[in-house]
């Protein structure tokens, strides 16, 4: 089955701590994203990555970073230096093209005390 | 003004009835447009692209109005399952980072 795996779905952090979101596709596709719900809010690009070994930063990137060292995978790091990081983070993928059709993984709910 | 508005809702409807809603985009040069579907507590998932001819799937219709700068959904012979929030997707330059949600419209079908 082809899709995108997002773990783990629950995480709770203490204040202070980094945490790192994992997100994995096995649609060959080329972009990947991540995003951040709020209640009652849209979703909110934090970083974007069309090709390996790049990416770039979206409309809320502070205290957060990312890599992709592989088409399949772009983990997603939560810094402690993200004042909000309680949220529901959401990862997705798209083949790139100029359509940008996305495909969602199931997303993790991060909370921080 | 946001670059995306959809009316928050909620809308509640009788199961078997027609609802529709609007999502307007505030950039002319918006190029792409979807309908996304999301559940609660969970991710949003591709209900359909928006084309300019319009497009239709099943009991679903989706049309795009250019000069007015505004998208619909309509939903006919509505179920119970249908319940859920419904984001407008925008494409509004060429880059992945251009792509904008709007912040949804929930529906609630009555039985």
């Known amino acids: 089955d082809g899709g995108i795996t997002q773990s783990p779905k629950y995480l709770f952090r203490k204040e202070g701590q980094n945490v790192t979101l994992s997100c994995e596709q096995n649609?060959?596709?080329?972009?990947m994203y991540w995003y951040r719900q709020d209640p009652g809010q849209g979703l909110r690009l934090i970083y974007y990555?069309?090709?390996?070994?790049?990416?770039q930063k979206g409309d809320i990137a502070e205290g957060y970073s990312v890599s992709r060292e592989k088409k399949e995978s772009f983990p997603l790091t939560v810094t402690s230096a993200q004042k909000n990081p309680t949220a529901f983070y959401l990862c997705a993928s798209s083949t790139g093209t100029e359509l940008y059709e996305q495909y969602f993984g199931p997303g993790t709910r991060l909370t921080v005390t | 003004r946001k670059e995306v508005e959809q009316d928050p809702g909620p809308f509640n409807v009788p199961e078997g009835a027609t609802v529709a809603f609007n999502c307007t985009y505030s950039?002319?040069?918006?190029?792409?447009f979807f309908w996304y579907r999301q559940d609660c507590r969970k991710e949003p998932k591709l209900l359909m692209s928006v084309y300019s001819s319009g497009n239709e799937d099943g009991r679903f219709t989706a049309q795009l109005n250019r000069a007015s700068q505004y998208i619909s959904l309509l939903i006919r012979d509505s179920k119970l399952s249908d319940s859920a929030t419904y984001l407008c997707?925008?494409?509004?330059?060429?880059?992945?980072?251009?792509?904008?949600f709007g912040s949804g419209t929930r529906l609630s079908i009555r039985p």
């Open positions: 950039n002319s040069a918006s190029q792409s």
């Open positions: 990555s069309q090709i390996v070994n790049d990416f």
């Open positions: 649609l060959n596709h080329d972009a």
């Open positions: 997707v925008v494409n509004v330059g060429s880059s992945a980072s251009k792509i904008i």
